[in-house]
Nanobody, 123 residues
Framework: QVQLVESGGGLVQAGGSLRLSCAAS??????????MGWFRRAPGKEREFVAR????????DYADSVKGRFTISRDNAENTAFLQMDSLQAEDAAVYYC??????????????WGQGTQVTVSS
């Protein structure tokens, strides 16, 4: 059974940084074949895209709201994806979710989702 487990969330002051991790396990194939993404859901809002990285790590994409502040990366040897979040703002507070897409899954859809990790930003 595929599992994605996020960690690294917590409380941080505005302007601070956090690094989220997403560890994958139970994969029937290599982690390096998965395209990975991060999403977030703030209270009272819809889930929104934050960032994604292709299986090779050669291509990344970000929501306009986080460009220049967040960086997505991956370590295929460790079956882990990361989201480095710098210059955090109050509007970044949300539950952050990791997601994984098999190579054949297109259209921005994802096959697997984590349970989420809470990020709280104090002003």
């Amino acid at each position: 059974q595929v599992q994605l487990v996020e960690s690294g969330g917590g409380l941080v002051q505005a302007g601070g940084s956090l690094r989220l991790s997403c560890a994958a396990s139970g994969l029937p194939f290599s982690f390096r074949f998965l395209n990975m993404g991060w999403f977030r859901r703030a209270p009272g809002k819809e889930r929104e895209f934050v960032a994604r990285i292709t299986w090779s790590g050669s291509n990344t994409d970000y929501a306009d709201s986080v460009k220049g502040r967040f960086t997505i990366s991956r370590d295929n040897a460790e079956n882990t994806a990361f989201l480095q979040m710098d210059s955090l703002q109050a509007e970044d507070a949300a539950v952050y979710y990791c997601a994984a897409a098999k190579p054949a899954t297109q259209g921005g859809k994802y096959d697997y989702w984590g349970q989420g990790t809470q990020v709280t930003v104090s002003s």
